[in-house]
């Protein structure tokens, strides 16, 4: 998601919380400015009975909307999935080379002690990273917007090559 598109959910979710409000408010005042002797019981009742189911199917309402997605993460099927065995001092990748916008899975594991597989642009700027760590797989999702050779260093010190401990992935 661009921070373009990010904006205008957050601006919107912000105005329809923003008139809820308002809309509350303006009726308390409503409210307020009765006259007092029309207020019975019955009318009161029939008021708060409104108000407490309407209430309940706005939260229901609310709650299948922000659920229907979930989990958020899923919702897309990587195009590309490549499983990386790290150990001192070298990562082993079923494939190095992708295309360009493809949405890429890496399932990230250790064979011996925790490394940290971090991936970086030509110019130096990270685009993601996760822990290699032992008995486990992390999963890193990342889309190469342009094509390149991207690096791969390991980000968790592990040893005295640590330093050495990088590899590539070519983007088409
Ligand atoms: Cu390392």
Redesign the pocket.
Known sequence: MTDFSLQWIVFLAWSVLSIIVLTVFYMMYRQSRRDPSTMTYDVINKKRFRFFYGTIVFLLIAFFAAVSGAPYAERETPEVIIGVK?K??LFEMTQDTVGTNQLVEFRITTED?T??FGIYDSTGTILGQVQAMPKYTNRLRIRFPEPGTYSIL??????TL??Q?RSTITVR
Request: glycine share 14%.
């Open positions: 790290s001192m001092f002690v490394h940290g390991c980000l968790e010190y592990c040893g640590h330093h401990m």
